[in-house]
C-alpha cells in the first residue's frame, strides 16, 4: 500500500493535525518541530501526545517524519549560530522522539566559506553531542541541491557525515527529489543508474523517507525551488517512476508543495489515481 502525506501545519495542534491528515485521506505526515524559521516550539500535554497517538494507530499512519527548523545550521563556523544549532537538534531529537515520530529530518548545513571538510567536521560533532544511542527516533540527512555553500548535494558528503558519528545505526537519508535532481542526479532519464550509485555509496537500506517533489528550475541547476506534482522539470512520468520503484515503493513519500489542506487532497487522490491507472495498463500489457 502506498505510505503518502503531505507536510503539514501544527498551528491548531498535533491532534487537529492528525485529524486534518485523516480528512485529506493520507496516511502519514510531516511537520516542522518547531518554528521553521524561529526558536520557538509548542509543547504537548500527556494528553494531547495521547490523544495524538491514538488517531495514528488507529487510523494506521506510516512512518512519520519531523523536519528541523531552516535556522538550524550545524554546519556554521559562527559560535552563536552553531551552538544555537547544537541546541536546536538535541532538543529536537528528545521532543520528537517523544512524541513517536519514526524521524527527524535536516539540512545538513552550510559551510559559508571554512570549506566542506571542516562544515563536516561541525555537522558530526553537533550530532555526538545530540545522539545518545538510546533513542528510538532516526536522524536524516537530507539530499541537497548543492546552492552557495551547502552541504550535502552529493552521496559523498552524506557518507562522511554518517561514517564520522559515534551513533551510525541512529542515521538515514531522506531524498528530496527535487534537490537531487537540482544536484546533478538524473532520476528522469536514468533513475536505475542513481540509486545504483545511493546504494554503492551509503546503501539502500539507509533511506527512509522521499520528499516527492517536482522541480521550477532544470537539471543540475543547482537551485532550490519546488513545483507541485507533475508541473515541473521532472515531469510526472518520472515522478510515478520514483513511487512503482521496487526499491523505492515501500518507503513513506512526503509531499512539500504550496498547497493548501484541500488542494493536497487532490494532489494525493491524483497520484493514487495515476499509479493505479499505469498499473492497470502494464497488467493489461503483460
Known sequence: MLTIGTHMSIAEGIVKTAENVVKMEANTMQIFSRNPRGSGYRSYSAEETERFLD???????????????????????????????????????ARMDALEMENLVFHPGSHTGIGTEEGIRNIIAGLNGAITGEEHITVLLETMSGKGTEIGASFEELKAIRDGVEHPEKIGICLDTCHVFAAGY?????????????????????LRAIHLNDSMMPFASRKDRHATFGNGEIGMEALLGVLRHPRLKELPFYLETPLDDAGHKEEIRRIRELLEDRQGNYEAEG
Open 186 to 206: 538524473d532520476i528522469v532519464h536514468d533513475l536505475d543508474g542513481v540509486l545504483e550509485e545511493f546504494d554503492r555509496i551509503l546503501g539502500l537500506d539507509l
Open 55 to 93: 488517531i495514528k494507530r488507529d487510523k494506521g499512519f506510516g512512518p512519520l517524519l519531523a523536519h528541523a527548523p531552516y535556522t538550524m545550521n550545524l554546519a556554521s563556523p559562527r559560535e552563536t549560530v552553531y551552538e544555537f544549532a547544537c541546541m536546536v537538534i538535541k532538543e529536537d531529537i
